[in-house]
Antibody, heavy 123, light 112 residues
């Protein structure tokens, strides 16, 4: 059974930093591209970032580019999101999600999602 | 960025009746590999999104056959043949051909 468990969400002040983690199990983690997607309270889904199966390629939404860094540790079956220079508009539930197909680049998909971790940016 | 639009934004359905949601993309989702990368997700109340349909019309593992997807290019439809109480929630379409990935605004489905 695929499991994705996010952690690290807290209340942080504007301008602060935070690192989110996602622990993966139930599949061969280093075969799949992984994603972060966020959902502001009462709003829709916003894709944030992705990282290829080997960590060699990453991509970011313009809204977080230069402030967030995605990374992974395949030896620990873990995905991370380092969030710097946080803004109030970054307040959201952050989900990690797994790609549907292994070793695919150039088209992108999400199948399983974690339960999310809540980041609140407020003074 | 590719803009995804959905209609309607809300839908109230009698159990056992059909329902249909439209999704349109601002650019074609047909890839050079011949596949079309359009996905449908359902977010039930208080839960994470779950994949229903991938590549326009393929049902994901465990998804009931009352759910079906169709369409091509820029116009897509999700149909529920007979709505059940457990189908309530917000339905999102998503394009997977261009980065950044983008979602539709969501269609909220509830039961009459």
């Amino acid at each position: 059974e695929v499991q994705l468990v996010e952690s690290g969400g807290v209340v942080v002040q504007p301008g602060g930093s935070l690192r989110l983690s996602c622990a993966a199990s139930g599949f061969t983690f280093d075969d799949y591209t992984m994603h972060w997607v966020r959902q502001a309270p009462g709003k829709g889904l916003e894709w944030v970032s992705l990282i290829s199966w080997d960590g060699g390629s990453t991509y970011y939404a313009d809204s977080v580019k230069g402030r967030f860094t995605i990374s992974r540790d395949n030896s620990k079956n873990s995905l991370y999101l380092q969030m710097n220079s946080l803004r109030t508009e970054d307040t959201a539930l952050y989900y990690c999600a797994k790609a549907l197909m292994r070793y695919v680049w150039g088209s992108y998909s999400l199948d399983y999602w974690g339960q999310g971790t809540l980041v609140t940016v407020s003074s | 960025d590719i803009v995804m639009t959905q209609t309607p934004l809300s839908l109230s359905v009698t159990p056992g009746q059909p329902a249909s949601i439209s999704c349109k993309s601002s650019q074609s989702l047909l890839h050079s590999d011949g596949k079309t990368y359009l996905y449908w997700y359902l977010q039930k109340p208080g839960q994470s999104p779950q994949l229903l349909i991938y590549e326009v019309s393929s049902r994901f593992s465990g998804v009931p056959d009352r759910f079906s997807g169709s369409g091509s290019g820029t116009d897509f439809t999700l149909k529920i043949s007979r709505v059940e109480a457990e189908d309530v929630g917000v339905y999102y379409c998503m394009q997977g051909i261009h980065l950044p990935l983008t979602f539709g605004p969501g269609t909220k489905v509830d039961i009459k």
